[in-house]
């Protein structure tokens, strides 16, 4: 990311430190709603948090049609 734009009460930095939370649905609504205001004002956020949700997904999809639990690291 080249810019950090502060658009919604939040910077890009910000959003981005909070964006698992976010896609987890775990944030306060009053930062929910910064995080979602910046998102609508800044399309390398929204494009990053659109893939980066895409990947949660997949992941959570896969890890619940699994019979096995995933391995050790």
């Known amino acids: 990311m080249a810019e950090n734009r502060r658009i919604g009460g939040v ?22 709603a910064q995080v979602e205001a910046h998102l609508a004002g800044c399309d390398a956020c929204t494009k990053f948090g659109g893939e980066f949700g895409a990947v949660v997904q997949a992941l959570r999809e896969r890890l619940q049609s699994s019979d096995e639990p995933p391995a050790a690291a």
């Open 11 to 32: 910077d890009c930095f910000e959003v981005l430190a909070v964006l698992s939370d976010y896609v987890d649905g775990e944030l306060e609504a009053g930062l929910r």
